[in-house]
C-alpha cells in the first residue's frame, strides 16, 4: 500500500505547489492524477518519487517511509518523468545495462525483460544507437523499458502518453493493467481523460495545489463522463 498523508511542497518564495494530499493507494490500484494546467501533478509525483523535497506530511510505501529510508523506497519504484531527458551520450543498451546494474536485476531476468519488452515497444533495432539520435517517442519508450525491469511494486508516470504512438500506447494500456492484476501500485498523470476512464479505478482531481475529487472511477461516472466532471469542478 502507498500511503501519503497531508503532503505540502510549496516552491520558495511563491504559494505555488502541493499545498495538502492525503491518499492511499492499494495493491492493483491505477490511479490518474488529473487537473488543469499547473495545478500540482508533477510536483506530488516529484515529491513521491523522492525529487522535490516536501516541508510536512509522510510517504510510505509498504510501510517504507520515503523520508527515513529513501533508499529502500525508491528500490520499489519505477518512475517516469515528463520529459525523457536521458543519458545521451550511452547507447541504448548501455543505458539499460546501467538501470539493469543499479537495481541489481539478475543475468537471466535482465535479459527476458529486455528481449520482452524492446519488442513489444519496437527498439530491439535501435539499441545499439546513441541515445541522441533517438527521436522524442524512442527515448520514452526507452525509460518505459528501463522502469519495468526490475519490475516495480508502484510505477509513477507523468503524463506518460503524451509523444508515444498508437501502437506504444496500446501496449502501455495492457502492460500498466497486467502489472497491477499482478499487485502492482500505478499512478499516472494526464489529460486524455477517455484512457483514464476506461483503465484507472482511481481518480484523484488536483486544483490549485489540493486535491478537490478522490473518488473510485466507477463510483464517479456512473453518471457523467469524467470531461463533464472536470469541467464542472474546475470551471472559474
Ligand atoms: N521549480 C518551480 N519553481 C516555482 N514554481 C514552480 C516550479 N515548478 C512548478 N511551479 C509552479 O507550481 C505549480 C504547479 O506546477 P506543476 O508543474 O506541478 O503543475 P501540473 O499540474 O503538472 O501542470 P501541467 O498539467 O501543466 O503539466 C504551477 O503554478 C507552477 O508554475
Redesign the pocket.
Known amino acids: 500500500m502507498l500511503s501519503i498523508t497531508n503532503l505540502r511542497k510549496i516552491?520558495?518564495?511563491?504559494d505555488?505547489?502541493?499545498k495538502d494530499l492525503t491518499l492511499t493507494i492499494e495493491n492493483g490500484d491505477i490511479c490518474a492524477?488529473i487537473?488543469?494546467?499547473?495545478?500540482?501533478?508533477?510536483?506530488?509525483?516529484?515529491a513521491i518519487v523522492g525529487i522535490h523535497p516536501y516541508e510536512q506530511g509522510t510517504i510510505a510505501l509498504n510501510d517504507i517511509n520515503l523520508q527515513t529510508d529513501p533508499q529502500k523506497f525508491k528500490s520499489m519504484l519505477g518512475y517516469s518523468p515528463?520529459n525523457p531527458d536521458i543519458y545521451e551520450n550511452l547507447r541504448g543498451y548501455e543505458y539499460l545495462n546501467f538501470i539493469g546494474s543499479i537495481y541489481a536485476v539478475p543475468n537471466q531476468k535482465f535479459q527476458q525483460e529486455v528481449d520482452y519488452l524492446t519488442e513489444q515497444l519496437d527498439l530491439k533495432k535501435s539499441l545499439s544507437q546513441l541515445i541522441s539520435s533517438y527521436s522524442h517517442g524512442m527515448k520514452q519508450r526507452l525509460v518505459l523499458i528501463s522502469i519495468f525491469l526490475h519490475n516495480p511494486e508502484l510505477i509513477i508516470l507523468?503524463?506518460p502518453f503524451v509523444g508515444l504512438d498508437p501502437n506504444a500506447s496500446y501496449f502501455l494500456t495492457n502492460e500498466l493493467q497486467k502489472r497491477a492484476q499482478a499487485g502492482a501500485k500505478v499512478i499516472y498523470?494526464t489529460?486524455v481523460l477517455e484512457v483514464a476512464e476506461k483503465i484507472c479505478n482511481r481518480v484523484v482531481l488536483?486544483d490549485n495545489?489540493k486535491v478537490k475529487v478522490n473518488r473510485l472511477m466507477q463510483e464517479l461516472v456512473a453518471k457523467e463522463t469524467l470531461g463533464e466532471i472536470f469541467r464542472r469542478e474546475t470551471a472559474r
Request: aromatic share 8%.
Open positions: 516552491y520558495k518564495g511563491t505555488k505547489g502541493i492524477f487537473g488543469p494546467n499547473g495545478a500540482g501533478k508533477t510536483t506530488a509525483l516529484k515528463d507523468d503524463e498523470s489529460h488536483i495545489g
